[in-house]
């Protein structure tokens, strides 16, 4: 008989952070971060959505210090007024929205000048522009990407791994040959394990996004009950890039990606070893955000098992409140460069890297303690 042991896993909302026996000014730290040999001064990426990123926010994001990543295969390169369509997402009541994603994502194709236009579109206003493909996608779009300008080029869906086993030859995508004759930063995702980690280090990437199912919009748990926890999902990876990095001296940085709610959610996942994060929801909040006060997953619209949805986030401030401050309020949902700042200096570190030499622990009331009243009143930590 098979026998299952359970390892317990936990999510951000689970770990607390521990100080140490130092504290510095916040106006002494350095909250920069290098990934792919691109420098951010602000450790955040804006995820590959719809309702996130468009060349105005990919442009608005770079000039914040964070980047945004383009979805090569959403509605900004199927349709020449991709503004139009996003109305139209905004505007379906919620019974019927998959219908209608379905029908937008599946009934147009990607077209080439769009993907150049809009790469162009972002070069031209100044901003770094990373974009994104599917594995299937890679090999046509990403000379592409290059020939347009891109400065990095994502290999992106639900989970990745080296060994994938098709019927179709026309499905299988070589990483370690794809990175190699890519002549910018491959950055490949995602994945939630110390194992698959080590392998897809090992073809040559610039950098590796963590995270399966946790993100806002993202029925992927539940339809297909596939997931790790963050701060898990992020430990043993972190843990596979430090033991690649003794063995090749080639650091590899991670990026957390879903499950980031608040500022405090994006200081532990560095702290759990991440080198940056890549958010969604947060900052389909803006005022700028092309999702008009909705957000949705990118495998929404999937032909044949839809695996996430359309939620309301509604507006709260500007992209540069967002990012940078000043905050107007007290959840964590503002100048999240600054929390990070805040964070470091109460911990007594100076540069991002320290973060993964911080003590995380395991803190299940960390939400609950002492929050009686801002629980009862739906405030601060509990606002709706």
């Given amino acids: 008989m098979d026998s299952r042991l359970f390892r317990r896993a936990f999510g951000l909302d689970e770990v607390a952070l521990v100080p140490t026996d130092k504290t510095c000014d916040p106006d002494c730290v350095d909250i920069s971060t290098t990934l792919g040999g691109i ?41 020449e007024n991709p503004d139009e369509i996003l109305t139209q997402i905004a505007a379906i009541p919620k019974q019927d929205y998959v219908a209608l994603m379905q029908t937008i994502y599946q009934n147009k194709p990607v077209q080439e000048d769009l993907v150049k236009k809009r790469i162009r579109a972002i070069k031209d206003g100044g901003g770094l522009a990373l974009v994104s493909a599917t594995p299937q996608s890679a090999e046509w779009l990403g000379p592409i990407a290059v020939a347009s300008g891109a400065d990095a080029f994502l290999v992106q869906s639900t989970v990745v791994s080296v060994f994938f086993k098709t019927h179709d030859a026309g499905k299988v995508l070589d990483l370690k040959k794809f990175s190699e004759t890519m002549p910018i930063p491959v950055f490949v995702g995602n994945t939630a394990t110390y194992r698959v980690t080590k392998e897809l280090l090992g073809s040559g990437i610039a950098a590796l996004l963590v995270g399966i199912g946790p993100g806002a919009a993202c029925t992927t748990r539940g339809v297909i009950g596939v997931g790790v926890p963050m701060a898990t999902s992020i ?41 940056a994060v890549m958010i969604g929801s947060p900052l389909a909040r803006a005022t700028e955000a092309p999702g008009k006060g909705f957000h949705w997953g990118m495998a929404t619209p999937n032909a044949v098992l839809p695996r996430g949805a359309r939620i309301e986030v509604g507006t709260i401030a500007s992209l540069k409140a967002i990012i940078q401050g000043p905050s107007k309020t007290d959840d964590g949902s503002q100048n999240l460069a600054g929390a990070i700042r805040v964070c470091m200096g109460t911990l007594g570190l100076e540069k991002l890297t320290d973060f993964h030499t911080v003590d995380v622990i395991v803190a299940p009331s960390l939400l609950t303690e002492g929050k009686l009243y801002q629980k009862a009143q739906a405030l601060g930590m509990y606002k709706k």
């Fill in 235 to 275: 430990a043993d990876a972190a843990r596979a890039r430090n033991d690649y990095f003794e063995k090749t001296n080639r650091y590899v940085p991670i990026i957390a990606d879903g499950g980031i709610v608040n500022s405090g959610d994006i200081c532990k996942a560095l702290a759990c070893g991440a080198d």
């Fill in 39 to 79: 420098k951010l001064s602000v450790p955040i990426l804006g995820s590959a959505m719809d309702s996130v990123i468009d060349p105005k926010t990919a442009i608005l994001l770079s000039q914040l210090g964070a980047a945004g990543v383009l979805n090569l295969e959403g509605v900004q390169t199927r349709y």
